[in-house]
């Protein structure tokens, strides 16, 4: 059996023809591709002991932890730690045939919740590293004593997966020279480079729309100081919802790129998500996101300035042809058939090399 422990994912009879945030996706199509590989237990990583079959397989996410392992004032300290918890043998540390799945990058960002993160990367006999090619090269180029060096050895590198199809309105016109409009979204995290997005855009004359379930404001217009005596207005949409089609009709029509200047993401979903719907990245390549077809920004707003300006006059058949070519490499290179295809081979591959290692 194979045992993968995410969100605790609840399937429903429409789950595979709707798209749903990247915490619901990736357990989903886990359990699409992966059970017609092997029996499949949907699980949560938040769980403990969930099989003393020594021949399961496990493969989840770190525990995720929103207090990341400090007591509880009421409640104490959480128990549970799934890769120590389903050890078969008192003495052992993991199950023999654990594997970890999750976002990578050189450094972890202070937002991410994993109280037992080194324990269970060093556990592992593989981590699938969600994330752009530039992640791994820089974990590899690394020579300290991190746990991403210390674990460098059993990453395998995957991408983000995005169910395409699940975005069925995507861009078939631009708006004209003078009216276009950018998208950002996010949970605004110290690691998005919001502040840059912001600085990058005062007194580039195009409407910047926001939407994030992190930031507190009424939808509308929302003045941001920068200092400086700099002030940036943007629109607040508020939290979006990626699977209703007036959502999708709206951000289609209305924007023409969708900007990111994160200084260490794994591979933005949202990224995936919007050239799906056919905008242009305006991305710096700590994003994460690699293309030929993306238009490339910086960490530094008076050059990202020069860069968004001369993006915002480019002719309508130079976007249209950006945006069919995104499009079909997320299709081609993002689809999860192909990632659970990859994972679920280098898993058979480790098992059976360790069983004739095994052999006397």
């Given at each position: 059996?194979?045992?993968?422990?995410?969100?605790?994912?609840?399937?429903?009879?429409?789950?595979?023809?709707?798209?749903?945030?990247?915490?619901?996706?990736?357990?989903?199509?886990?359990?699409?591709?992966?059970?017609?590989?092997?029996?499949?237990?949907?699980?949560?990583c938040l769980f403990g002991r969930?099989?003393?079959?020594?021949?399961?397989?496990?493969?989840?996410?770190?525990?995720?932890?929103?207090?990341?392992?400090?007591?509880?004032?009421?409640?104490?300290?959480?128990?549970?730690?799934?890769?120590?918890?389903?050890?078969?043998?008192?003495?052992?540390?993991?199950?023999?045939?654990?594997?970890?799945?999750?976002p990578w990058v050189p450094e972890?960002?202070?937002?991410?919740?994993?109280?037992?993160?080194?324990?269970?990367?060093?556990?592992?006999?593989?981590?699938?590293?969600?994330?752009?090619?530039?992640?791994?090269?820089?974990?590899?180029?690394?020579?300290?004593?991190?746990?991403?060096?210390?674990?460098?050895?059993?990453?395998?590198?995957?991408?983000?997966?995005?169910?395409?199809?699940?975005?069925?309105?995507?861009?078939?016109?631009?708006?004209?020279?003078?009216?276009?409009?950018l998208l950002h979204i996010s949970?605004?995290?110290?690691?998005?480079?919001?502040?840059?997005?912001?600085?990058?855009?005062?007194?580039?004359?195009?409407?910047?729309?926001?939407?994030?379930?992190?930031?507190?404001?009424?939808?509308?217009?929302?003045?941001?100081?920068?200092?400086?005596?700099?002030?940036?207005?943007?629109?607040?949409?508020?939290?979006?919802?990626?699977?209703?089609?007036?959502?999708?009709?709206?951000?289609?029509?209305?924007?023409?790129?969708?900007?990111?200047?994160?200084?260490?993401?794994?591979?933005?979903?949202?990224?995936?998500?919007?050239?799906?719907?056919?905008?242009?990245?305006?991305?710096?390549?700590?994003?994460?996101?690699?293309?030929?077809?993306?238009?490339?920004?910086?960490?530094?707003?008076?050059?990202?300035?020069?860069?968004?300006?001369?993006?915002?006059?480019?002719?309508?058949?130079?976007?249209?042809?950006?945006?069919?070519?995104?499009?079909?490499?997320?299709?081609?290179?993002?689809?999860?058939?192909?990632?659970?295809?990859?994972?679920?081979?280098?898993?058979?591959?480790?098992?059976?090399?360790?069983?004739?290692?095994?052999?006397?």
């Open positions: 059996m194979l045992n993968f422990l995410w969100s605790g994912y609840v399937l429903y009879e429409n789950s595979y023809s709707i798209y749903e945030f990247s915490n619901l996706e990736i357990p989903k199509w886990a359990e699409y591709y992966l059970s017609q590989k092997d029996t499949f237990h949907q699980s949560s969930i099989t003393n079959n020594v021949n399961d397989i496990l493969i989840g996410h770190p525990t995720w932890h929103g207090n990341n392992g400090i007591d509880d004032p009421i409640k104490g300290k959480s128990l549970r730690n799934w890769v120590k918890d389903n050890a078969i043998y008192p003495q052992d540390l993991a199950h023999p045939n654990t594997y970890i799945l999750m972890f960002p202070q937002e991410w919740k994993m109280p037992w993160i080194n324990s269970q990367l060093l556990q592992s006999q593989k981590i699938f590293a969600l994330c752009g090619e530039i992640w791994m090269e820089r974990t590899l180029a690394k020579q300290d004593n991190s746990i991403q060096f210390n674990v460098r050895d059993k990453l395998v590198h995957c991408n983000m997966g995005l169910a395409a199809q699940n975005f069925s309105i995507h861009k078939t016109s631009f708006n004209p020279i003078g009216d276009r409009q949970n605004l995290g110290t690691y998005k480079g919001f502040d840059v997005t912001c600085r990058s855009l005062v007194n580039v004359e195009a409407l910047l729309h926001v939407a994030s379930s992190s930031f507190q404001a009424p939808v509308g217009m929302v003045k941001m100081d920068l200092g400086d005596d700099d002030i940036f207005l943007f629109n607040f949409l508020g939290t979006i919802n990626n699977n209703d089609p007036e959502t999708n009709a709206w951000i289609v029509e209305n924007c023409d790129f969708y900007i990111h200047t994160a200084t260490m993401d794994a591979q933005a979903t949202t990224i995936l998500e919007n050239c799906a719907r056919g905008l242009i990245p305006l991305i710096t390549p700590e994003s994460g996101f690699s293309s030929p077809h993306a238009i490339y920004l910086t960490h530094d707003p008076h050059e990202n300035h020069k860069i968004i300006e001369w993006a915002l006059n480019l002719p309508e058949e130079d976007l249209l042809k950006r945006s069919e070519l995104l499009r079909e490499q997320i299709v081609r290179e993002h689809n999860w058939e192909n990632i659970f295809g990859k994972i679920w081979d280098v898993i058979t591959e480790d098992v059976e090399s360790r069983k004739i290692k095994s052999q006397p």
